[in-house]
């Protein structure tokens, strides 16, 4: 069974750079199948996909976080990570990560397996 | 504010069907048969329960469906149970982004 695990700091300052990692477990971050993603949840309100990357590491961002947003893969540990830099309150959320299944081709275009959810907190 | 529109709240009794609304546009739900739903509990992650539209993910009662109609897609539950209320929310692809709901929040009377 696919398991996914966040883990990070849950405190910024303003202006700080947000790191996370999500942990796979339970089948291979190289699989052939499938895209690895991060979506957040501000307290209360709805999702927001913030980014997606293919293990050989191909990366596709949401224009409006582009520039503030990178993903990145280390097939070795089977880890992927989200850096977020410049944050601010309006980045407070729950950050989960996901498995996405590929849009086009056979693809669902869906994200099936999500993590738990790791909440983070922006406050000076 | 969401990319996607959908009703704050909806609510039916046990055993009654409830069907929720999403709204888009042609550059979202009304170009692409990639839309999902996902089912969250307060405190959980969410689950898939629909995806493509109208197709379900092994395990989830067939009590849910989910179909499209233009620009709009809309996700029914039948027979309510206890444990479907909850907040669904639904998703697009929308060209080079992917757009969520605001949600909906059932609630069994």
């Known amino acids: 069974q696919l398991q996914l695990q966040e883990s990070g700091p849950g405190l910024l300052k303003p202006s700080e750079t947000l790191s996370l990692t999500c942990t796979v477990s339970?089948?291979?971050?190289?699989?052939?199948?499938?895209?690895w993603s991060w979506i957040r949840q501000p307290p209360g309100k709805g999702l927001e996909w913030i980014a997606t990357?293919?293990?050989?590491?191909?990366?596709y961002y949401k224009p409006s976080l582009k520039s503030r947003v990178t993903i990145s893969v280390d097939t070795s540990k089977e880890q992927f990570s989200l850096n977020l830099s410049s944050v601010t309150a309006a980045d407070t959320a729950v950050y989960y990560c996901?498995?996405?299944?590929?849009?086009?081709?056979?693809?669902?275009?869906?994200?099936?397996?999500w993590g738990q959810g790791t909440l983070v907190t922006v406050s000076s | 504010q969401s990319a996607l529109t959908q009703p704050p709240s909806a609510s039916g009794s046990p055993g009654q069907s409830v069907t929720i609304s999403c709204t888009g546009t042609s550059s979202d739900v009304g170009g692409y048969n990639y839309v999902s739903w996902y089912q969250q509990h307060p405190g959980k992650a969410p689950k898939l329960m629909i995806y493509?539209?109208?197709k379900r993910p092994s395990g989830v009662p067939d009590r849910f469906s989910g179909s499209k109609s233009g620009s709009t897609a809309s996700l029914t539950v039948s027979g309510l149970q206890a444990e479907d209320e909850a907040d669904y929310y639904c998703?697009?692809?929308?060209?080079?982004?992917?757009?969520f709901g605001a949600g909906t929040k059932v609630t069994v009377l």
């Open positions: 998703s697009s692809l929308a060209g080079n982004d992917y757009v």
């Open positions: 493509e539209v109208a």
């Open positions: 339970g089948d291979s971050i190289r699989s052939s199948s499938y895209y």
């Open positions: 990357i293919y293990f050989s590491g191909t990366t």
């Open positions: 996901a498995r996405h299944l590929a849009c086009g081709g056979s693809g669902s275009c869906t994200f099936d397996y």
